[in-house]
């Protein structure tokens, strides 16, 4: 019931795509979704997160989308670029400390 | 500002050996994690601190491991009698108070490889 399930495992798009990674969660009491962004050698970086009492967030390029009923939340990428390419990891928490993280998505930005 | 770093950055260990792995969070924050991202895997909770207290060690694999943070700033893991399956990148994170929906700001992890 911890468990977050993410998927595709490795993606590749075009630059100027749209770059979509699914995530879904058990738990329900999750209350807070954040998406992290790992390049080779560093640590996670928040994205950009989410709280279930909004169905839609947008930052620029990114847009975290959420549907509560489904318990599933996605993150998409719009007019993917070449630095974009990155790992990216999906979390869930508890409104507090201990995130449970996917399996991460690995992306490639073709130019 | 600094951000949160960790050292050392790589360390290979034979199996049997004991480590100690550092963790210098962002000055100021109240709340520090340790995770364990295993190769090709998102990183797995460890253990959390609130200043100097262990509040949560749950994630512990073994009891191997052992965290500490005696004055509520850096903190050291410690992993005795290192195994193969102890390999993987150890990673820090700090935030600024144990509130809730606070970012946690990763440290650039430290790569264990035990031979």
């Known amino acids: 019931q911890q468990q977050v399930k993410q998927s595709p495992q490795s993606l590749i798009v075009q630059k100027g795509g749209i770059s979509i990674i699914n995530c879904a969660y058990e738990?329900?009491?999750?209350?807070?979704f954040p998406w992290y962004q790992q390049f080779p050698g560093k640590g996670p970086a928040l994205l950009i997160a989410?709280?279930?009492?909004?169905s839609e967030k947008k930052e620029g390029r990114f847009t975290i989308s959420f549907n509560k009923s489904a318990k599933q939340f996605s993150l998409h990428i719009m007019d993917s670029q070449p630095g974009d390419s990155a790992t990216y990891f999906c979390?869930?928490?508890?409104?507090?400390?201990?995130?449970?993280f996917g399996t991460g998505t690995r992306l490639k930005v073709l130019a | 500002g600094a951000g949160v770093s960790q050292s050392p950055r790589y360390k290979v260990a034979k199996r049997g050996q004991d480590v100690a792995l550092r963790c210098d969070p962002i000055s100021g924050h109240v709340s520090l994690f340790w995770y364990q991202q295993a190769l090709g895997q998102g990183p797995e909770f460890l253990t959390y601190f609130q200043n100097e207290a262990q509040l949560d060690k749950s994630g512990l694999p073994s009891d191997r491991f052992f965290a500490e943070r005696p004055e509520g700033s850096v903190s050291t893991l410690k992993i005795q009698r290192t195994q193969q399956e102890d390999s993987a990148v150890y990673l820090c994170?700090?935030?600024?108070?144990?509130?809730?929906?606070?970012?946690?700001?990763f440290g650039p992890g430290t790569r264990l490889t035990v031979l």
């Open positions: 994170a700090s935030t600024l108070s144990g509130a809730s929906y606070n970012e946690q700001f």
């Open positions: 989410i709280r279930p009492d909004v």
């Open positions: 979390a869930a928490g508890q409104g507090t400390y201990k995130y449970i």
């Open positions: 738990n329900t009491a999750f209350d807070y």
